[in-house]
């Protein structure tokens, strides 16, 4: 597998790095005739989303949580509603294309297409010989990939060498047999085992439903069995439940004769208990008359009761309405009152406040006079602040100049000290040239003194202008203060008579309201009367007092009717009860309900006997069914054993047979056959690269706590210096990176040189982090050497070092592509090819 162009669309890694969305590669050109081609670029410019796409597999192997599937997601890495992934690829010979499209606008979609590259030019679906046809769908896709690279696992163990990638020594004994399984085309001896697994699995579920069976076969033995020991004696039942059902019919009979003599002593003294029947019922119909009449004396009472209670709730709802009336009339009384008694402050307050709102008009005024005052003394203050500064800028510059001056005339004195004066070299002095400037400068320099001290003089007349009239309106801010805290009183004062004089409508309402209270409080005084008014029962009107006399009256009537029904009702319950005492005593019942219970027993017993006669013969005719049932489940039980005995040999057949097609079996055995030339050829690359200091073996029977062997795998070291083997996870993280890095490009070559299995380029993502300068120097020999033994065309491989990076054939460098700099589309040609392969 050779990648040949790729572009990436909406990937996170580009965009963050790069700044664009969208990265075009053509490894063709960038990389051709190059065998170690560096990816360069700084921290963070995506060289690691590149390196994980150029692979046809659907994975970015350094960004995957764990290998298979549901281990890594595009959609956690890319940004756009739609993103794309179209890589081309060569591989035996023929050229493909895969196109991954990413869509997460909505609902989340993955499509996958596999294209080959036709002899007639054109783009075709891939189809496999079992009729599988890249349609899009991810799993079809995958199916075709690795049916022409091979699987994943085998691929990024071998070939790529992701970022933060597992060490060999770090894999589990099944995970790594499975891998070595993989790389010695053990797939057939794989899925016979796998097969012979799945049939142990299949006898083992079937096993389990026959021996359910037998349970339940055991199960209705048991409930055979004590059927058939509740059942024991049943034919002596028989006889026994016969002979107490005859006994129970004798006893019947008995019950049934007795019952019929006394229904005809019962039949003679009907008559006289029908008489004693008419009479109770006259008593009845007596009582239930005189108890009507009765009650109808007693609702009219109630009601004229009810009648008297709502008179008198009357009287008192109207003597409480007239006393709360009273009440409310004082009330109001109290409220004109307390009102009426500020008069006197009312009519003062109308007489003063035009005199008040007059003081108040002229002390607003005088506030209006000093507050102008006030505002000149500010721009005074003002004035005063900005001619002190100016005449303190004068005094700066006035000293400037005077130093000037100063200088000056220092320098204008040195033309006769100079000692070239006066001879041939005067015109090429700089210090007389300097001291003739000098001399030209004074009058100037004395000239700003003099107007620098005119302006301070006129600076400060001004100041002591602003200054008197600084001192003349120096007392405005506290006579304003004065002037408003009078206006405020003075307002006050007005505010005060305005609201006292606007009381003076309410004080003549109030008067006018006060009359009218007296005038109705004498009015209910005279309707109360003397006696309400202090406490005592109220008087009635005439119409309540009539109406308290009807009631009474009516009351007495009721009374007197109440005792004459009563009278009339006991003189007929007297006879009534004197002619029942009469008669003969009634006849006793108790006699008839006992012999009545008697022969309702006497039935019950025979039914119960006959159900046990009955219960007795089916047991009998049960227990023979049991017998027979018995005998054909012995037969059942027998088959299911027999059955169960054949499953049990079958199933350790297949079992054993699993076990050597698994990778305990006829693969480890291959794989200890492999394991000298994977040993081999990774000692040689240590050899060639790193010396004769380190040689591995791999191991695939370990020793445990007892000293017994056991299946497993581990990577033994032998260190030719101190002369100690020891595993692989034991040795320095350096240590472990540079024999790892030997084992995986052996198992590389092993692929290329006894599988047929063929990629025409390898692929590093900063697997030389740990090493030393040294050590990075040696690895990239064992990449070259890798690539001479195994025949690779190239290695892509990205490093933090620049110094390996240098000692690439060709670099990537993905800062060319950078958004900060000239887009990539858009510098030329030659010059690109010269800046991304240096």
């Known amino acids: 597998m050779q990648p040949l162009s790729l572009i990436l669309k909406g990937f996170r890694g580009i965009r963050d790095g790069l700044g664009r969305d969208v990265l075009k590669l053509d490894f063709e050109r960038l990389a051709d005739g190059a065998e170690l081609v560096a990816i360069a670029g700084a921290n963070g410019r995506g060289k690691t989303t590149v390196m994980d796409n150029m692979h046809p597999y659907l994975t ?16 956690d890495h890319v940004c756009l509603p739609e993103n794309q992934k179209d890589l081309i690829w060569a591989h035996d010979g023929r050229s493909y294309r895969s196109q991954v499209v990413i869509r997460v606008n909505g609902r ?24 599988t046809v890249s349609d899009g769908k991810v799993d079809t896709y995958t199916r075709c990939v690795e049916a022409l690279c091979g699987s994943a696992d085998t691929f990024f163990t071998s070939v790529f060498s992701a970022q933060g990638k597992r060490q060999l020594s770090a894999y589990r004994n099944a995970e790594i047999k499975t891998l070595l399984a993989d790389l010695l085309g053990q797939e057939e001896i794989r899925a016979l085992g796998q097969q012979a697994g799945e049939t142990a699995r299949l006898l083992k579920a079937g096993l389990a439903a026959i021996r359910q069976e037998q349970a339940g076969l055991d199960a209705e033995a048991q409930r055979i069995e004590g059927e058939r020991r509740r059942l024991d004696g049943a034919q002596a039942r028989v006889a026994q439940r016969l002979a107490g059902r005859q006994a129970t019919q004798a006893a019947q009979e008995s019950a049934r004769t007795r019952h019929a003599q006394l229904m005809a002593e019962r039949e003679q003294s009907r008559g006289v208990e029908a008489r004693r029947e008419q009479l109770q019922g006259e008593c009845h119909a007596v009582i239930q008359a005189g108890t009507q009449a009765i009650d109808a004396l007693k609702a009219q009472d109630q009601g004229e009761s009810q009648r008297l209670e709502r008179l008198v709730q009357r009287i008192a709802q109207r003597v409480t309405h007239e006393r709360n009336r009273g009440q409310g009339l004082q009330n109001q009384r109290r409220e004109c009152l307390t009102v009426l008694a500020g008069a006197q402050a009312v009519q003062r307050a109308e007489l003063h406040l035009p005199l008040a709102e ?17 505002q000149r003394l500010t721009q005074c203050q003002a004035s005063e602040r900005m001619v002190q500064q100016k005449l303190s800028g004068v005094e700066r510059e006035a000293g400037q100049a005077a130093l000037k001056a100063e200088e000056l005339a220092r320098r204008f004195g040195l033309t006769g ?20 400037d000098a001399k030209a400068l004074i009058p100037s320099a004395q000239g700003t003194i003099q107007r620098l001290g005119r302006e301070k003089a006129a600076a400060q007349q001004e100041l002591d202008a602003l200054r008197g009239r600084h001192e003349e309106l120096a007392g405005a801010p506290q006579a304003l203060a004065w002037a408003e805290h009078r206006a405020e009183l003075a307002r006050a004062r007005a505010s005060r008579f305005a609201r006292l004089a606007a009381q003076a409508g309410e004080m003549a309402r109030a008067r006018t309201t006060l009359a009218g209270i007296e005038q109705e409080l004498t009015e209910l005084q005279a309707a109360l009367g003397p006696d309400a008014v202090a406490g005592q029962p109220p008087v009635e009107t005439p119409e309540e007092s009539a109406e308290r006399q009807q009631i009474n009256a009516a009351r007495q009537a009721i009374a007197a009717q109440h005792d004459q029904q009563a009278k009339h009702y006991r003189a007929t319950l007297d006879r009534l009860n004197h002619a029942l005492a009469a008669l003969p005593e009634p006849y006793g019942e108790q006699r008839l309900i006992d012999a009545q219970t008697a022969m309702e027993q006497a039935a019950q017993s025979v039914a119960a006997a006959e159900q046990a006669h009955l219960a007795a013969v089916r047991d009998a005719e049960t227990l023979g069914a049991v017998v027979q049932q ?23 057949n297949w079992n054993l047979f699993a076990k050597c097609m698994g990778n305990d079996g006829l693969i480890a055995l291959a794989i200890d056959d492999a394991g000298p030339a994977l040993s081999g050829l990774a000692n040689d690359l240590l050899l060639a690269c790193y010396g004769p200091r380190f040689t591995v073996s791999i191991q695939t029977l370990v020793e445990t706590g007892k000293g017994e062997q056991k299946e497993g795998f581990d990577i033994l070291v032998h260190d030719g210096e101190s002369g100690e083997s020891k595993s692989v996870g034991l040795m320095s993280g350096g240590e472990r990176v540079w024999i790892n890095e030997c084992l995986i490009r052996a198992v590389a070559l092993y692929l290329a040189q006894h599988t047929g299995r063929r990629y025409g380029a390898l692929f590093s993502d900063e697997a030389d982090g740990p090493l030393d300068v040294e050590r990075k120097r040696m690895f990239m020999a064992m990449k070259r ?6 025949g690779y065309q190239r290695e892509f491989f990205v490093s933090q070092t620049p110094e390996l990076t240098a000692m690439a054939d060709a670099v990537i460098d993905l800062e060319v592509f950078a ?10 040609g030659e010059q690109r090819t010269r800046n991304a392969v240096r």
């Open 108 to 131: 989340r979609k993955t499509e996958a297409f596999l294209l080959m590259l036709a002899d007639d030019g054109a783009w075709k679906p891939v189809v496999l010989d079992d009729g």
């Open 819 to 828: 958004e900060s700099l000239v887009p990539a589309n858009e510098i030329p």
């Open 358 to 374: 007059r003081v108040l008009s002229l002390r607003s005024a005088q506030i209006g006079s000093w507050r102008q005052q006030v």
């Open 785 to 790: 050497e890798v690539l001479r033994l195994g």
């Open 417 to 436: 000290e100079v000692p070239c004066a006066g001879t041939d070299l005067q015109g090429q002095c700089q210090l007389l040239g300097d001291a003739r």
């Open 630 to 652: 018995a005998t054909v489940l012995a037969g059942r039980q027998a088959h299911v054993a027999n059955r169960i005995a054949k499953v049990e040999t079958e199933l350790g």
């Open 60 to 75: 970015m192997p350094s960004r995957a949580a764990m290998a298979g599937p549901g281990g890594f997601s595009y959609y």
